[in-house]
């Protein structure tokens, strides 16, 4: 059992450093294979989950003869969906909290056997950092997508909280989905009012753009100036840079961050992989080439710029000015020409900092 730090949220918004104990637990002590099958078909087509989203589908096309053949899925069960992305290289586990269900049989399902707070797992189980280790050695490639090994599987471990903090962390996300779909609610309304106070502004109108300078992986030292390459907005997936680890002598030609600037990589293998930002918020980083530098003016926080550019609506529309077929490319025009929608600055501060926040307690309990 080892003791790791829990981060408490307290209504005020503020995070209090506690101790938690946090067990790894085998597998086989938490989950068995599901097998259930529908075989007196008390389910119907309507009960038809997908295992992407873990959402009724009213059947999907399910033929009346296999219906029989389904696995029966419960609340709290976990499906593997073995289709590899960006996000999960392995794939992923679904927990369902929808409600009893059916999935085709060629999915993989466990069922817990001992008592959890599914509100927690449903984020804990499907987390990459958290079960990558774990399927590289309990997957194999299939035909279409990766296959999961229930045996190999359970002699694998997974770091796991007591259910009082399972409860707590739970419960602390589900008010958080319930505050996010309350204001995508909101803004909708908003959208359609004269009263709306998000703001829809060419991002030139208010930043100024440049390119980073010259370095590559050749030029990595093992000290020397902090330095930024725009393979890392794509692999370590941060949306705000702090510190680096990797270093490079200063030219005469560098481009140094002043501590306040947004990334953008100008080059990748696809339009998802490059529509991605970080900000950059340490001063005499060198920003390295091939990256699209942005500096935000007075009414944008960069922190809050980043998570727009890669997980709101610019994203979407910045992906679709990708151009290219091996190597796709975006450019600082097609940057500035992004609609970017945005409350107020104080706002903006805001509900950066909550993201970053939910972000470090997460990483503090890995």
Not at 165 to 193: A, M, P, V, W
Not at 336 to 342: G, L
Request: charged share 25%; aromatic share 8%; glycine share 8%.
């Amino acid at each position: 059992m080892g003791k790791i730090p829990q981060l408490t949220l307290f209504p005020s918004g503020h995070f209090s450093l506690a101790t938690a104990s946090w067990e790894q637990r085998k597998f086989s002590e938490l989950y068995v294979v599901n097998n259930e099958r529908n075989e007196d078909r008390a389910l119907g087509y309507d009960a038809t989950l997908s295992i992407a989203t873990m959402a009724y589908n009213g059947g999907n096309g399910a033929a009346d003869s296999s219906l029989g053949t389904y696995k029966v899925v419960r609340i709290g069960d976990i499906a593997f969906e073995g289709h590899a992305n960006k996000e999960h290289a392995y794939g992923r586990f679904v927990l369902n909290d929808a409600g009893d269900g059916l999935v085709s049989p060629r999915f993989s399902c466990l069922r817990p056997i001992v008592e959890q707070r599914y509100s927690f797992w449903k984020y804990h189980i499907p987390r990459e950092s958290t079960m990558r280790p774990v399927l590289i050695n309990a997957t194999k490639s299939g035909t279409m997508m990766n296959e999961l090994v229930p045996a190999d599987l359970m002699q694998e471990s997974i770091l796991a909280p007591d259910i009082a903090e399972q409860e707590s962390i739970g419960s602390f996300f589900r008010r958080l989905d319930s505050l996010i779909t309350l204001h995508q609610c909101k803004r909708r309304q908003y959208t359609t009012s004269k009263a709306f106070i998000w703001e829809q502004r060419k991002l030139r109108e208010n930043c100024t753009f440049a390119k980073g300078r010259g370095y590559s992986k050749a030029d990595i030292r093992k000290s020397g100036t902090p330095l930024i390459l725009y393979g890392r907005l794509y692999t370590q997936y941060q949306s705000r840079i702090d510190i680096v680890d990797t270093y490079a002598d200063t030219q005469d030609d560098s481009v140094l961050s002043k501590g306040a600037e947004v990334i953008v990589p100008a080059s990748g293998e696809t339009a998802e992989d490059i529509a991605v930002a970080a900000s950059v918020r340490s001063s005499g980083i060198l920003l390295g080439g091939d990256l699209n530098v942005i500096t935000p003016g007075a009414g944008i926080d960069p922190d809050f710029l980043a998570l727009e550019i890669t997980y709101g609506e610019a994203h979407n529309k910045l992906a679709k000015c990708a151009q290219g077929k091996s190597v796709v490319h975006i450019h600082n025009e097609d940057i500035a020409d992004v609609d970017f929608v945005c409350p107020e600055l104080a706002e903006q501060r805001a509900i950066a900092t909550m993201i970053h926040n939910i972000d470090s307690l997460i990483t503090l309990h890995q």
